[in-house]
């Protein structure tokens, strides 16, 4: 299906007619954006990088789901700085056509790779085991499904306990395109000891130490031609992290006991909790060795993050309890899952789900009475309060960074009316009346970010 194009202000050379008959040459077929109706991935031109064209990108590209070049008329190359607001305003990159050797080329490399990437995460092979469409979510899955089949990297997934690192790990093994992959190996290590630790990563010979009494492999040997999964790698002693830099630098290392040097060759993919920069200024983790586990780095979001994930999740715990026997939730119980906090994150939101759904009988919804006593809310408390810590981080980290008041507003604005419209699926009516404005009100507001 071909992508669309939008041309925002005025230009001389090149012509649109000309860029579209690049375009068309390379490949790219393109159709006028259609506005009102959902639009999916595109090319935004534009001539210079005003806040129109910011709030046009947010908003076409849904903050970054949709796949949007922003590609610059304007001949020179952009300042950095209106590269990187471009990039945050929800533009996939950011291209200079007059100054790329063969721009329409150059568009088409980026949208066969991001069509590849996006065709991995909408796969029942990702879907089915990491559940979810928000768009920090989103986000996610593309930077470790890209990591997975396109890069031979080794990649450092982190985030809060909780989130899905294992699943993400795993997914990284699965996609990996070697022919000869050999197996995963997983070693948690928060439970090594550091006396066994040698053992447990080289190996060791038979008689090496008392009640060595055969020979055995470790970690390094069995993940050879596959992928280590080293899980809250921060845990690791800083001696441990020289002797495993040795071994991801040099692919080779010594049984305990032994003289012989052995080779192996395996995808490393960590995960941790903790901020492994912040360890590092403390002291506590190897800056030599965050480097080089750290080739590509994904970030898997709270829960907090993506709650429009959580009724889909609970859904496909369900599912995964109750295989062919579909199981409903009341709206009143939907509600409460949307509205409490998870500390766990996605194994909390699991807990829960699977209690109420242990305690349910008959084959009718899921109600409020399936949830356990300790887990109801105080029906007095205030559950109005929907500016929560992310919402005041969200507005302390804007002032920080200068933005101003009526910015502020603005945006949030800008947000809702943005997230009513993708919740009623395009329909400018709906999103109104929950937004308690005009239709008609609506459509301006929205027409005026676009310049039109």
């Not at 800056?287 to 994904?298: E, K």
Request: aromatic share 6%; charged share 25%.
């Amino acid at each position: 299906m071909a992508i669309w194009r939008h041309f925002f202000g005025r230009y001389g050379v090149p012509s649109q007619e000309d860029i579209v008959a690049a375009l068309t040459s390379a490949g790219v077929e393109t159709r006028s954006l259609e506005i009102g109706s959902p639009v999916g991935g595109g090319l935004l031109f534009f001539d210079e990088p005003s806040e129109q064209v910011c709030d046009l990108l947010r908003e076409v590209s849904r903050n970054g789901i949709d796949r949007v070049l922003a590609v610059s008329l304007a001949g020179p190359e952009l300042e950095g700085r209106d590269g990187w607001r471009l990039l945050q305003s929800g533009a996939s990159d950011v291209l200079t056509w007059n100054r790329a050797g063969d721009p329409a080329r150059e568009v088409s490399a980026r949208f066969e790779r991001w069509s590849s990437v996006d065709a991995l995460v909408g796969s029942p092979l990702v879907q089915h085991n990491l559940v979810g469409r928000s768009p920090s979510w989103t986000l996610a899955l593309r930077q470790v499904v890209e990591a997975a089949r396109f890069t031979d990297a080794p990649v450092l997934i982190t985030g809060e306990s909780g989130t899905g690192k294992e699943l993400g790990a795993r997914l990284i093994h699965t996609l990996d395109p070697r022919p000869d992959k050999s197996e995963m190996v997983i070693l948690d290590c928060t439970t090594i000891v550091p006396e066994l630790s040698g053992s447990e990563f080289y190996g060791h010979e038979r008689g090496a130490f008392t009640g060595a009494v055969t020979a055995r492999d470790g970690s390094f040997a069995l993940a050879d031609k596959g992928t280590l999964f080293l899980d809250e790698v921060g845990e690791l002693p800083l001696g441990l992290q020289a002797g495993l830099l040795r071994v991801v630098q040099e692919g080779a290392y010594k049984r305990v006991g032994s003289n012989t040097w052995k080779h192996t060759s395996f995808r490393l993919v960590c995960a941790t909790n903790r901020n492994l920069l912040d360890e590092e200024a403390r002291g506590r983790f190897r800056r030599d060795f965050y480097h080089r586990i750290a080739g590509w780095t994904c970030n898997f979001p709270p829960l907090s993050q993506r709650r429009d994930d959580i009724l889909p999740l609970a859904h496909h715990f369900i599912d995964k309890l109750r295989p062919g026997r579909p199981l409903e939730l009341d709206p009143a119980v939907s509600d409460y899952l949307l509205g409490r906090d998870y500390p766990g994150n996605v194994r909390d939101l699991k807990k829960i789900v699977e209690q109420m759904v242990q305690r349910h009988v008959g084959d009718g919804p899921v109600t409020i009475g399936d949830v356990p006593v300790e887990q109801r809310p105080d029906p007095d408390a205030a559950e109005t309060n929907w500016r929560d810590e992310s919402f005041d981080g969200a507005i302390r980290r804007a002032i920080h960074l200068g933005v101003k008041l009526k910015d502020i507003g603005r945006a949030a604005e800008e947000t809702a009316e943005r997230i009513a419209v993708d919740e009623e699926d395009g329909n400018l009516q709906r999103a109104a009346q929950r937004l308690g404005v005009t239709d008609r009100a609506l459509q301006m507001r929205r027409a005026m970010r676009r310049g039109q």
